[in-house]
Nanobody, 125 residues
Framework: QVQLVESGGGLVQAGGSLTLSCAAS????????MGWFRQVPGKEREFVAH????????AYADSVKGRFTISRDNNKNTMYLQMNSLTPEDTAVYYC??????????????????WGQGTQVTVAS
């Protein structure tokens, strides 16, 4: 079955960096567009970044553009999110997700049908 497992979260000081990983299994990873989302308690899950199946196209939320970098290694069935210049506003649970075969709106949670369990990122001021 499809599995997405995030790792790499933790506690970091403001201005610091973290790299999240998403290990995929149970499907042909190289065929699917993927995304990262994040959620703070009491708020809706929000789009962070998206990457096309071949890594040739990426997109970012305005709030992370220039600080975060999404990438993937199709040989390792793994997606990454490099996060630099972190601020307390980046504190959230981060989720990786697999896009459906037919969706076009990469920023919309409904366009993704498989999700990982999430990894907590906490940025201390």
């Amino acid at each position: 079955q499809v599995q997405l497992v995030e790792s790499g979260g933790g506690l970091v000081q403001a201005g610091g960096s973290l790299t999240l990983s998403c290990a995929a299994s149970g499907f042909t990873f190289r065929q699917y567009n993927m995304g990262w989302f994040r959620q703070v308690p009491g708020k809706e899950r929000e789009f962070v970044a998206h990457i096309r199946w071949d890594g040739g196209l990426t997109a970012y939320a305005d709030s992370v553009k220039g600080r975060f970098t999404i990438s993937r290694d199709n040989n390792k069935n793994t997606m990454y999110l490099q996060m630099n210049s972190l601020t307390p506003e980046d504190t959230a649970v981060y989720y990786c997700a697999r896009m459906t075969d037919y969706s076009a709106s990469y920023y919309y949670t409904g366009s993704y049908n498989y999700w990982g369990q999430g990894t907590q990122v906490t940025v201390a001021s």
